[in-house]
């Protein structure tokens, strides 16, 4: 598909002078608790961080500087079934580019993927092989950033979102057959692609193996189900166990919960909101205790006005509560579930307890969900965290390559 014939007109970002302005109104105004003996950030954020983002997002961000950066790619905005889509796209360079459309999870914004769109878009420009090349869709996940405001559907979750993107890439943009790749949530967006739309994709490749009935059942909300931790455990493995779950324990109970009523004061208060989303950058990320080691305090703020500019917080943890509470039906009953060609990348910031980073596919191939996936192209790292193509971009970018090599 060339340039000419793509069949929507791009519409640049830009967010209003008046809602930067607001930003900065609230940002000014905010409250502070007390934070009293959280030097060791124990119970959380520490205050003196916050405060630091908070007077440099106010006084030394220059949102406008990010904004040119973002309309360096092509944008869109088109609905899909009376849902607004946004979408950045970097034409493939190639003679005959394969779409491959990108899908994040959470926190993350469309722009995590910025730092392999122009690696996958031109090979040729990094030292590879142009007939590699992909057409790049990177879509705003409904209710997140500038795909916002959602009025219209509050039930939206990963596999009613995999249909969406079925019509975006064949219906609204033309496209015969295409690729798809994801992490977290969007792992499970694109794990529903290979599931149900199997044979009008090339394949997928994700970051993470996960069951697609992940959320299913009614503890949704709990790693270990309820279940107690044995008591002839390894100490490595129970303190990793009790890591992981300090890790990740409150943002799935919070947003499969009642991610409602947090909304309240994170759609209020910019700070907060802040707050709540930099407590998963910083323990979600390979940072090794040094967050701007990943990301500067520019990234970490164009990432959080890209949630603030459309009041996009609520519509955004609400698909963790949708996941469960309309949980995951297979679309057929045959083996793997997920058919389409699938490649892997796992790294060892988020090793199993009690599994080394050089275990890990093994690991992966004894476990039960190895049989879901039609897996062809299996990678481990030892660098990266859970936001793996902004983390090791060259490494996720060149493990997706390996998954497509003669399957186009």
Same mark, same amino acid.
């Given at each position: ?16 002078? &008046? ?17 009293? @003996?959280?030097? !060791? ?25 990010? &904004?040119?950066?973002? #309309?360096?790619? &092509? ?34 914004? %469309? ?17 590879? !092989?142009?007939?590699?090349? %992909? ?7 409904? *209710? ?7 009025? #219209?559907?509050?039930?939206?979750? %990963? ?11 064949? /219906? #609204? ?8 790749? @994801? ?16 044979? /009008? ?14 959320? #299913? *059942?009614?503890? @949704?909300?709990?790693?270990?189900? @309820? +279940? ?7 100490? !490595? ?41 930099? /407590? ?6 390979? =940072? ?33 509560? =949708? ?19 699938? *490649? ?6 988020? =090793? ?10 093994? =690991?992966?191939?004894?476990?039960? +969900? ?16 859970? %936001?793996?193509?902004? &983390? ?13 090599? *003669?399957?186009?």
């Amino acid at each position: 598909m060339t340039p000419a014939s793509f069949p929507l007109e791009p519409q640049p970002i830009h967010v209003p002078d &008046e809602t930067l302005a607001d930003l900065k109104r609230r940002l000014a105004s905010t409250r502070w608790p007390l934070d009293a @003996g959280n030097e !060791d950030g124990f119970y959380g954020v520490r205050r003196e961080y916050l405060e630091e983002l908070v007077r440099y997002w106010i006084d030394e961000f220059d949102w406008r500087r990010a &904004e040119r950066a973002i #309309n360096a790619y &092509e944008h869109y905005k088109t609905d899909v079934d009376g849902v607004p889509v946004h979408f950045m796209r970097r034409p493939g360079a190639g003679p005959n580019p394969t779409p491959l459309i990108l899908s994040h999870g959470w926190p993350w914004t %469309f722009w995590h993927w910025s730092k392999v769109v122009d690696r996958l878009a031109d090979p040729a420009a990094c030292g590879g !092989d142009p007939s590699e090349s %992909f057409d790049v869709i990177v879509p705003s996940l409904p *209710g997140y950033g500038f795909s916002a405001p959602l009025p #219209n559907r509050p039930d939206l979750n %990963f596999w009613k979102i995999a249909d969406l993107w079925h019509k975006l890439m064949t /219906e #609204n943009l033309g496209y015969e057959k295409y690729a798809a790749g @994801g992490c977290d949530v969007g792992a499970l967006v694109t794990g529903q692609l290979g599931h149900k739309y199997a044979s /009008e994709l090339y394949g997928i490749h994700i970051g993470s193996g996960q069951k697609l009935s992940f959320f #299913n *059942g009614d503890r @949704g909300w709990d790693f270990s189900g @309820g +279940r107690p931790l044995p008591d002839d455990l390894p100490e !490595d493995v129970r303190e990793r166990i009790i890591e992981l779950d300090r890790r990740f324990a409150s943002h799935l109970a919070v947003h499969v919960l009642d991610p409602g009523t947090l909304a309240y004061g994170l759609s209020d208060s910019p700070a907060g909101m802040l707050a709540w989303i930099l /407590e998963r950058w910083t323990r979600w990320s390979d =940072n090794g205790g040094n967050l701007e080691s990943v990301f500067s305090k520019d990234d970490l703020l164009t990432h959080a006005t890209i949630f603030w500019a459309n009041n996009s917080i609520e519509t955004s943890t609400r698909i963790y509560a =949708n996941n469960n509470r309309y949980p995951w039906t297979p679309s057929h009953d045959r083996w793997p579930v997920i058919e389409a060609p699938t *490649g892997i990348t796992f790294v060892g910031y988020e =090793n199993p307890p009690g599994v080394a980073t050089g275990d890990r596919v093994r =690991n992966f191939l004894e476990s039960d +969900r190895a049989a879901w996936y039609n897996h062809v192209n299996l990678s481990v790292h030892d660098r990266g965290g859970h %936001f793996i193509p902004w &983390e090791i971009p060259d490494l996720w970018a060149e493990d997706l390559l390996r998954t497509f090599r *003669g399957r186009r």
